[in-house]
Every structure is written in C-alpha cells, then in structure tokens.
C-alpha cells in the first residue's frame, strides 16, 4: 500500500519559484501565489510585478515591519527591492496586456486538460466574483502557470476535462503545480512533471479522473568517443 504526504503551500511556492528563470518578470496573483515570492533562490534575478503599481517587489516583511502603505494586489504588506519602483494602476495594466511578462501564476478554481482557466467565479448562488486582473495577465503575459490544491474540499478534482465555471482564459495554462503533483497542460491533454514521493502515475490518474501522459524520457545521448 502507498504511503505519501502532500507538499505544504511554502513547498508548492518553493517548487514554483525553482522553475521561474532568472532575469524573468514575473505576476504573482492573490492568494497562494503570492507566497513564491518568499521562496526565489539566492543569487536568482526575478522581477516580480503587483498589478496595483509595483515592479521590483520583494518578499513579505518580517513580523512587525510591515508598511501598510507598501500592499500588493490583495492587500497583503510587501517590500520592494533596490531598484524597485511605482507607477500608475494604467501603467500596470499596460505592462500586463502589452506582452512585456514572462510568467503569470494564478490561482484557479478549476484547469482543463488543454489549459483552459477558470478562476474568477464558481457561478454558485450567492458566490462573490471576483473579476481582478486574472483575464489581462492569462492572455497577456508569454506564460500563465498555476498554483492550486489538486483536490476540493470535498475531494473533487480540479483538473478536469472541461471548465465547468466560468472561463477566465483559453488554452492559456501552460503548467499546474499542486500540493500532489506538478503537471503540463499540452493540446494532447495532460504530462506529468513530477509528483510526490510515493505517489503512483495510476493513483495520479485515479485522483484526477483523467489519463495523464508520463514524464518525456531523457534524451540519450549520442556521438561518437
């Protein structure tokens, strides 16, 4: 019988912000993305931008430093790194929608197969929407990545085949990471990256419902001696 144990949130963050490149620009959205910021490897540039008017932001403040004039988009103190700067809310949006961002990392209420995104409204009575900058940055920036538990509360998959809710972005989610597993969403359906220790590719697939292609093999390599 298997035996695993789900990554915490840090260690989602951690495993996201190993894979962002260094000199990349980057959008943390609300929510678990924000706590990448925490985690970018020492001696790695990563540009992070808040859509309220930051670039040049840096990790959360230590207890009992906070400024809560300096926010990011969910309201949360910040800091800012040397060279960091403010600019105007339009100014942002431009940022964002003129195709000058390396990475998004959103959080999501549901991902299909193919890399459809559905984040802003589950559509159930009396559910607040939340229509933030998510459609901007999903189209806009060159990769949107997300970063969410595998599993609802009542154990339901996030992946799905379909987006049930509605739509924020289409096809644009190039990568999940989760508390179970990180995955790519591709035109074929979903690739497995990496899962947990102890955690099968068939119990992945029990988990999420949908089949799931393993990781690529290495590539060999070749030449003569």
Not at 58 to 82: C, H, M, R, S, Y
Not at 122 to 137: F, K, R, S
Not at 160 to 168: D, N
Not at 204 to 218: E, N, W
Request: glycine content about 12%.
């Amino acid at each position: 019988m298997s035996s695993y144990q789900k990554r915490s949130k840090d260690e989602v963050a951690q495993r996201v912000a190993q894979d962002i490149p260094d000199g990349a620009y980057v959008n943390l959205g609300i929510g678990q993305p924000t706590l990448v910021a925490n985690h970018v490897p020492a001696g790695r540039e990563v540009i992070l931008q808040s859509e309220n008017g930051i670039l040049g932001m840096g990790p959360a403040p230590a207890e009992g430093a906070e400024d809560f004039d300096l926010i990011n988009a969910g309201k949360q103190p910040v800091t800012l790194l040397p060279g960091g700067a403010f600019f105007h809310h339009a100014d942002s949006f431009g940022m964002m929608r003129g195709g000058h961002l390396d990475v998004c990392v959103l959080g999501a209420f549901q991902v299909s197969a193919t890399g459809d995104l559905a984040n802003w409204s589950t559509g159930e009575p009396g559910a607040i929407p939340a229509v933030g900058g998510a459609m901007d940055l999903a189209v806009g920036a060159k990769q949107t990545w997300v970063m969410m538990d595998l599993l609802t509360r009542q154990g339901q998959s996030k992946l799905v085949a379909q987006c049930t809710y509605p739509l924020t972005g289409i096809g644009c989610v190039r990568r999940v990471y989760t508390d179970l597993a990180t995955l790519a969403c591709t035109p074929e359906g979903l690739q497995l990256i990496d899962e947990v220790d102890g955690l099968t590719l068939a119990e992945l697939q029990q988990l999420v419902g949908l089949p799931i292609r393993p990781p690529p093999a290495p590539a060999q390599l070749t030449g003569s001696a």
